[in-house]
């Protein structure tokens, strides 16, 4: 789940052959294949228009598929320092760095390792310029964007819209002076989530009328995130022509920054079933917690969609081993009734979960496996223990 909330997952994939009792619990397992098909789609798409294609790290940050990674984009975008780090230690090529606001003791640091820097105001951009200027004499290249408003909504939830009102992400398009692009050689925007390629053509055309003045100077536009293009659905022939048209008007790069179309249906979370009380409806205490493991599940909300699920038979209320009264995951009826101990899996889990884990409660943390589903090899990459519970408090 993104930044903007409403998932669409549910595709099991190849999972349905993947031995749930073959990893520890609880476990991210993450099918290497499907992401080399989401990659693969993304490369094509980037190959056929001529975008450069950046892997959004907020999203989907499991650096040990980096080399896949890298094989297929650009390069990533950052949200930060840490991130930048992050990008400049695992993945290599090219680096965007946008965030809503920067502190001036990390910039330096940000501009050595990113391509393009984002600003979310004129006003950073402005108190900063003194120490992009510093970098630069010190040899450092860095390209200058500004983030914008489109000021036209295409979310379907006003907590998750970036164009809703008083919205503090991009300058809203209305308000862009002459004077702001000094110093600045692209826009960049992200409105979108789990979107089809007609919000995004939508939003250009609600735009162009006003970016049209400034667009003469400018060297490239990064359309963020949000972009489902590795769907089936989606219409990537019409993102093609949409992108080589703007290059070839514009005379443009443009930028796409997909994350979770990188990851999209390629990752499950897999639990244990650890008690089943009753209380009015039948009740299932699992290894999962949707506040420390799944928290768009409570934040958003949402209902991940379980591996082999049906909608007959037993209904069982799951949720997680916490002591927050909501950390409830959602009604499931499996295939066969739960018994204590039994595993079961939620799919779709691979982006905005990992990245959003948390040690709540002292609730462990997931493990996290590779899977290759046409040589059913499993790796396990990494555990968790004690320690990464502690060394996060003193
Ligand atoms: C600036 C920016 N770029 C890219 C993304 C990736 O979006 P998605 O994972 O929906 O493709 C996000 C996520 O919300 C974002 O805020």
């Not at 965030?99 to 108190?127: M, T, W």
């Not at 164009?163 to 110093?183: E, H, K, N, Y």
């Amino acid at each position: 789940m993104s930044d903007f909330g409403l998932p669409q997952s549910g595709d099991e994939g190849d999972f349905g052959k993947f031995d749930l009792r073959s990893v520890p619990s609880p476990c991210f397992v993450m099918d290497e294949v499907a992401i080399e098909r989401n990659l693969a789609i993304l490369a094509a798409v980037k190959a056929q228009s001529g975008a450069k294609v950046l892997l959004a790290l907020k999203a989907f940050s499991m650096f040990s598929l980096a080399p896949l990674v890298r094989t297929y984009l650009d390069g990533t975008c950052a949200s930060g320092l840490f991130e930048a780090q992050l990008a400049n230690r695992h993945y290599g090529g090219s680096l965007t760095t946008f965030c809503a606001g920067y502190k001036p003791q990390d910039l330096p640091e940000i501009i050595k390792l990113s391509d393009h820097l984002i600003f979310n105001s004129v006003g950073q951009k402005d108190r900063f310029s003194s120490i992009v200027e510093t970098m630069r004499a010190a040899g450092e290249q860095v390209s200058i964007g500004l983030r914008i408003n489109p000021e036209h909504s295409e979310g379907h939830t006003e907590k998750y819209d970036p164009c809703a009102p008083c919205s503090r992400l991009g300058i809203p398009v209305s308000q862009l002076r002459t004077s702001d692009f000094v110093d600045v050689e692209g826009i960049h925007m992200h409105t979108l989530c789990e979107q089809g390629f007609e919000p995004l053509e939508r939003t250009w055309a609600a735009i162009l009328p006003k970016i049209e003045p400034y667009l003469a100077n400018l060297k490239w536009i990064n359309f963020g995130g949000g972009h489902h293009i590795t769907r089936p659905d989606y219409n990537r022939d019409g993102l093609i022509e949409f992108i080589k048209d703007i290059r070839t008007k514009h005379q443009v790069d443009v930028y796409l920054e997909p994350g979770e179309a990188s990851a999209i249906d390629a990752g499950i979370l897999v639990g244990e079933v650890l008690d089943l009380p009753k209380n009015d409806k039948q009740l299932a205490i699992t290894d999962i917690s949707a506040t420390c493991h799944m928290p768009d599940v409570i934040e958003a909300p949402y209902r991940p969609a379980m591996l082999g699920e049906t909608n007959k038979g037993t209904s069982f209320l799951l949720g997680g081993p916490s002591c927050l009264a909501g950390d409830i995951i959602g009604e499931y009826q499996p295939a066969a009734p739960f018994e204590i101990g039994d595993r079961f899996a939620f799919l779709d889990q691979a982006h905005y979960s990992m990245v959003k884990t948390n040690t709540f409660n002292g609730v462990p943390l997931p493990a996290i496996a590779i899977w290759n589903s046409q040589t059913n090899q499993t790796r396990l990459i990494k555990q968790f223990g004690y320690d990464d519970f502690e060394q996060r408090l003193s």
